[in-house]
């Protein structure tokens, strides 16, 4: 019996040495979003628009289908000392629930965000955050950029409504300021009771102080509102926009 005993012991033994300690079973990790993509951060009269592309994958790789929104913080600096040590934003701006955004903006996959509570001759600096419909954030992104004052729009904006064309000229604007270049201008248009996009129609500056729209339909109502653009320590700054022009194409 002795004998017996001291066999079962021994084989136990062997049992717990070879099996090794046993510890708490560790739960999956969680996929997170990736960070967005494609920010671009303009400075359009006295705000800043901030724009990001909606990221479609997690971290790993995989798709991403549980987003529910971004949380965007802002901090600020003083343009004397510039951002390169910049701490990273704590206070938070914003949050944007993804599916209220794309109900009024449909298949849209870009975000815009406009700060209109931003003060000139100071610098800003924006975190983005994704994060998911149980509340886990993805990775950030930061990014910077002085708010200077800005220049004056150009003035006497004019239009003749052509069959399906608009033509628009204005007077060129004035910029007297050392050490700022006068860009060009940036046209946008909307129609009807629609808002002005933050896209413009030209996809470069317009350097004269002419332009003509053949992506209009006859009997549609647009109205035309320009931007002045300078470059101002390496920066693109643009103006308040004009007062407006509204024109409706139609056949002769």
Known sequence: ?????????????????????????????????????????????????????????NQDGSPLDNLAGFSIYRSDYDLDKGCPECRPPKNL???????????????SQRISLWDSAVEEEVGYRYRIVPYTDDNHEGGDLLIHRPCFTAPYP???????????????????AEETRQGIELVGYNIYRRSGDNYFSATPLNSSPVAATAYEDFQVDNGILYTYAIRTIVRLDDQLVESPLSTTASLQPQRP
């Open 1 to 57: 019996m002795n004998l017996l005993r001291t066999l079962s012991v021994a084989v136990c033994l062997l049992i717990v040495a070879g099996c090794g300690k046993v510890g708490p079973v560790k739960p999956l990790q969680k996929a997170l979003p990736s960070a967005v993509s494609n920010a671009t951060l303009d400075q359009k009269g006295n705000a800043l628009l901030l724009a990001w592309d909606i990221p479609t994958t």
């Open 93 to 107: 701006l914003r949050q944007i629930d993804l599916a209220y955004y794309r109900s009024n903006n449909r298949d």
């Open 154 to 172: 150009p003035a006497g904006l004019q239009g003749e409504a052509l069959d399906k064309q608009v033509r628009l000229n204005w007077q060129a």
